[in-house]
């Protein structure tokens, strides 16, 4: 295994943990993970949500050749979901927190996931 498939492996376990990890860290500093007021039904939504992903991006991190669609969709669904929430984090002052919090954590995820991925070569069969 090359040093390059290597780190991918790993940042699929930590991105895959850290999608784990949402409903703790919207308990812990909600004004950077939680829109206010709080809403139940969008916590639980979201929670399960990302701990699903969370789930997968873990078991893609043994094989991340064999999941690059999934990987892919990681980045590009971090993208969107990172904009929209940073355009509502400037437009609604009291969600500033945002800008600080998951705003810049999906930015890295797409980051970090997209220049990785892209090097993977998917082998022929």
Excluded: C, N
């Excluded at 929670?47 to 043994?62: E, H």
């Amino acid at each position: 295994m090359d040093q390059h498939h290597r780190y991918l492996r790993i940042a699929l376990v930590v991105v895959g943990i850290a999608f784990l990890l949402v409903y703790p860290l919207m308990k812990i500093w909600s004004s950077g993970w939680s829109w206010q007021p709080a809403q139940y039904e969008y916590e639980q939504m979201i929670v399960g949500i990302y701990a699903t992903l969370g789930v997968f991006l873990l078991w893609a991190s043994r094989k991340p050749e064999t999941h690059l669609s999934l990987i892919w969709f990681t980045v590009w669904s971090s993208v969107v979901h990172g904009l929209i929430m940073a355009v509502h984090a400037v437009i609604d002052p009291a969600e500033r927190g945002h800008l600080l919090g998951d705003v810049p954590a999906l930015i890295l995820v797409a980051i970090v996931l997209g220049f990785l991925a892209s090097r993977e070569v998917v082998p022929s069969e």
